[in-house]
């Protein structure tokens, strides 16, 4: 047990926890984020005796006759300051990072209120952003520290909200002031804490799942396996094969696949009951890479399909074989880019409940409300279902599947009473799809002066354990891997493998990224081998109005490559 002061007021934590529990459980403090729970991420810092710490880090315990600060704790002044200077600056997006930010904004200021840029930086340091890149929240301290000397809140530079206008966020002052609500900010009477029991093998068939002496923990609501799911076991965006919990007798496609469900009335007994589940597996080979899952006679990543082929997609246009074979100069390669982990700062969290109507009610955080309505109707099989989206925290792309609202709504389902399932960091770097780890061989021919004649490719992507948005990745990085250039002879060949591997699906980009860097890396290669610059043989390429796109796509008025080459 131990007393400290939080913003003002004399508190004590009767149990040992991390302040970041306390201050967010007990005294409903949500301003302070959860990002990592591990010191890593700078979302939960406060200020205690005047200087910055992560609130996931100190136990309360090691607190005694501390002072903490958290952004609901800032004076009226000094919110309207960092309010108008944040929104004022562009510096909130998701806005999960920010009152993290805005701590450390304050524990500069309040020490050294003209401070250089160096020191702004060094002063946020340990606080990760995902969406600004740091630069508008740099201005945001410059001029917060100019209010803050001045004791003057200036005019908004703009406010008329015409097109063009450079106007603040409406919704800036809850993001700086933690206010607005992300899933993990909602607590209800009588909530329920659930998690997923994971597979412990990336491949293994499922024998046998004893669920009994979780089931007898005190404190445990519910232990859910396959054979509770009232609707249809497999979700998906496109295809259905995302399996809500392995049944017996399933196979398991990646370590993130869900075995049973767990709700209890707090997180310490959710942990034990999920280690006290038994499940008996056999240990299958796994597919590790494009080249196991494409080689004769491998081990089916799902007992469904006929091979590993989750999608594949050919383009041709003109003779790119021939045009090649004619070239003065030709160059070929072979490109790998690798899973790309989305970094959003706040990890999935949903909340359910039964609502007025008796429908099931999800607050998610989550890329598409619709498709999590029409898959969580589709897993509880019933229309009594409604989807809300709360303030998402980054997404990206890697919030576009579901991760966890399906496993709330059924817990809720089942127990009739609220359910939070949030995944930890470790999870969600496990769990959601990446961006796709591609192999890309490329040939690309020229003439003497670095005309492109031809280009052609095969590109193989590792999908992962589920097919997400594989296909259309695959269609859209195959579509426009030729690049922005003018030439008529181009072909590519693309194939999705499933493998054992977290699965992949949406990312900025959408698999353009990928080819993209291929060609341009070779269009650099040419440009050296030719002897011109690599900006040269860009703009002696480049796609111009009324063109045709190697994909046969006729470019309009809008496009401006050349005009954006000129400027550079």
């Not at 926890?17 to 302070?32: P, W």
């Not at 399996?243 to 993130?256: A, E, K, N, S």
């Not at 594949?312 to 090649?324: F, L, P, Q, T, V």
């Not at 989305?342 to 598409?368: N, R």
């Amino acid at each position: 047990m131990s007393t400290f002061v939080v913003n003002g007021q004399t508190v004590t934590a009767e149990k040992n926890k991390k302040l970041l529990r306390f201050l967010r459980d007990d005294l409903g403090l949500t301003s302070v984020k959860d990002g990592c729970s591990e010191g890593a991420c700078g979302a939960c810092t406060v200020i205690i005796d005047g200087v910055t710490c992560k609130a996931c880090v100190p136990d309360t315990d090691k607190l005694e006759g501390r002072n903490i600060i958290t952004v609901e704790g800032l004076s009226d002044w000094e919110k309207e300051m960092y309010t108008f200077a944040y929104a004022e600056a562009g510096a909130v997006q998701c806005g999960f990072c920010i009152p993290g930010m805005v701590m450390c904004t304050k524990a500069l200021l309040d020490k050294n209120p003209d401070p250089t840029e160096a020191e702004m930086r060094y002063a946020i340091r340990n606080n990760y952003c995902r969406c600004t890149g740091y630069v508008k929240i740099i201005d945001a301290i410059k001029l917060a520290a100019q209010i803050k000397r001045t004791g003057v809140i200036p005019e908004p530079s703009n406010d008329d909200w015409k097109i063009g206008s450079r106007v603040q966020r409406l919704d800036a002052e809850e993001k700086v002031l933690g206010t607005g609500k992300y899933p993990d900010d909602y607590y209800m009477e009588g909530m329920l804490y659930g998690s997923a029991l994971r597979s412990k093998y990336p491949r293994a068939r499922v024998l046998s799942i004893d669920t009994s002496a979780a089931r007898a923990l005190p404190g445990v609501a519910a232990v859910l396996t396959a054979e509770d799911i009232p609707g249809e076991n497999k979700i998906g965006h496109l295809k259905h094969d995302q399996y809500t919990m392995i049944p017996v007798g399933g196979l398991v496609h990646y370590l993130g696949d869900a075995i049973a469900l767990v709700a209890a009335e707090d997180r310490e007994t959710l942990e034990k009951a999920k280690k006290l589940i038994k499940v008996e597996y056999e240990v299958l080979p796994a597919i590790h890479n494009i080249q196991e899952a494409g080689a004769a006679g491998a081990p089916k990543v799902f007992d469904e399909e006929k091979d590993n082929v989750c999608a594949y997609k050919h383009i041709s246009r003109g003779d790119a074989a021939g045009e090649i074979s004619r070239a003065k100069h030709v160059i070929s390669r072979h490109f790998e880019t690798p899973w790309t982990e989305h970094a959003f700062l706040e990890p999935e969290c949903a909340v359910s409940y039964i609502d007025q109507d008796g429908d099931v009610f999800i607050y998610s955080t989550d890329q598409s409300a619709h498709q999590t309505l029409h898959e969580c109707c589709m897993a509880l099989g019933t229309d009594k279902v409604k989807v809300q989206n709360a303030l998402v925290g980054g997404g990206f792309g890697g919030k576009e599947d579901m991760t966890v609202q399906h496993h709330a709504a059924l817990l809720t389902y089942v127990t009739r009473r609220p359910v939070k399932v949030k995944l930890t960091r470790a999870e969600s770097l496990l769990v959601h799809p990446k961006r796709h780890h591609f192999e890309m061989d490329f040939t690309m021919g020229c003439d003497e002066n670095g005309i492109i004649k031809g280009v052609k490719a095969k590109v193989y992507t590792d999908t992962g354990a589920f097919a997400s948005l594989g296909g259309p990745v695959l269609e859209r990085a195959c579509t426009h891997a030729a690049g922005p250039y003018n030439y008529q002879n181009f072909e590519i060949e693309g194939t999705a493998y499933y493998t054992n591997n977290p699965p992949a699906g949406a990312f900025r980009g959408f698999g353009v990224t990928q080819t993209c860097f291929a060609t341009e890396s070779l269009l650099n290669m040419m440009a050296d081998e030719i002897g011109i610059t690599p900006w040269e043989i860009r703009y002696r390429n480049a796609i111009r109005p009324g063109q045709v796109l190697p994909n046969g796509q006729i470019v309009d008025e809008s496009t401006g490559l050349v005009e954006t080459l000129e400027a550079i």
